[in-house]
């Protein structure tokens, strides 16, 4: 039969039907990312979060950790270890750690947010109690502790801690390592006002009621500024404030004392080594140093105008007497703490 014997439409019909009869290709589905997937389910998490951080457990580390390969990662995660039951330990400063990290994963939000970077990098925490087989993954035996799990790392005992002495200015720190070890930008700490806007407010008003009082006892020299015992008094505490190392205990949050760790029913005042200052060694110390300093400024202001000399004779000798005996205790204490021997210097000649 001649094809192009046929009418038109007899001929398109049969094309029609020669297309439907051939066999139609197989549709390939497109193969799915299971990073994409992750990092999908990780921004939900995250968007559900108050803070951004993203808690964690033994399966849900399972599913965007340890059961799939490192190549296949593109994210980081910064892990948080916590203990409920050891958030009554002050001397781990559990808490306020927790809140500092919070802070910081919001300002990293904040900073990144709609930006490659918000991606590369979550915030998480793990909580002993739920999570001991995440604990023993990671081998952490003690707290605090943070944890960043790089793309690279395929054990999770390899992946990078932030040092203990960084925990003491964790918002500082951890901005510096996060930036260091994964190369994104992590941007300003948007740290909390001191007082929120309606205690400022409350402020201004009691401000300004009291400002026309305020003015006119300065004006008239009848303020508590213009008494001297007040400048002497100040003047004590700023000493003793300075020899106690209580600007040392307030940045580091030291306890004034601690549980004995052999005996949980008995305190411990003062901690021997040299690694650590509890806060009622440095009010011991400061107390001392000031006794000395108080006995030298009553020396020479007070008992200079003192006629009697019996009388000078006999409290100069007391005051050196309590001097030698503060100071003594003083190198006792630091002899003790360091292990290392302080001693006078003596001439040869009286050896």
């Known amino acids: 039969m001649n094809l192009r014997t046929l009418p038109f439409p007899i001929l398109t019909t049969l094309l029609l039907l020669l297309l439907l009869l051939l066999p139609s290709p197989p549709i390939r589905s497109s193969p799915t990312n299971p990073d994409a997937e992750r990092v999908s389910e990780l921004l939900s998490l995250q968007s559900q979060s108050p803070s951004g951080v993203i808690r964690l457990s033994d399966e849900t580390l399972a599913r965007f950790l340890t059961s799939h390969p490192s190549p296949s990662r593109s994210y980081s995660l910064l892990i948080f270890f916590d203990a409920l039951q050891l958030h009554d330990k002050p001397e781990l400063h559990l808490q306020s750690l927790r809140s500092h990290f919070s802070l910081l994963s919001k300002s990293f939000l904040s900073n990144n947010l709609h930006t490659p970077s918000q991606s ?171 006794i000395v300093g108080l006995l030298l400024a009553f020396a020479t202001n007070v008992l200079v105008r003192v006629r009697n000399v019996a009388v000078q004779r006999g409290f100069m000798f007391a005051a050196l007497v309590v001097s030698f005996w503060a100071v003594k205790k003083v190198i006792y204490l630091d002899n003790w703490k360091t292990g290392y021997g302080i001693h006078g210097f003596w001439p040869s000649a009286w050896n």
């Open 120 to 290: 590369k990098l979550f915030f998480c925490d793990i909580e002993f109690k739920h999570s001991q087989s995440s604990f023993s993954l990671f081998g952490v035996n003690s707290l605090p502790h943070i944890r960043l799990v790089s793309p690279h790392v395929l054990n999770p005992r390899d992946s990078d801690s932030i040092d203990q002495a960084d925990f003491s200015r964790l918002l500082d720190s951890l901005p510096d390592f996060i930036e260091s070890r994964t190369g994104l930008s992590f941007g300003p700490v948007h740290r909390p006002p001191i007082l929120s806007r309606t205690q400022l407010i409350f402020v201004l008003v009691i401000v300004l009621v009291a400002a026309p009082f305020l003015v006119k006892r300065v004006l008239d020299g009848n303020t508590l500024l213009h008494h001297p015992l007040l400048w002497m008094a100040m003047s004590v505490f700023v000493y003793f404030f300075s020899v106690s190392g209580a600007m040392h205990n307030i940045i580091r949050k030291m306890p004034m004392f601690m549980a004995d760790r052999n005996d949980p029913s008995r305190l411990v005042f003062f901690y021997q080594g040299s690694g650590m200052q509890l806060g009622a060694e440095g009010f011991a110390v400061g107390f001392l140093y000031t």
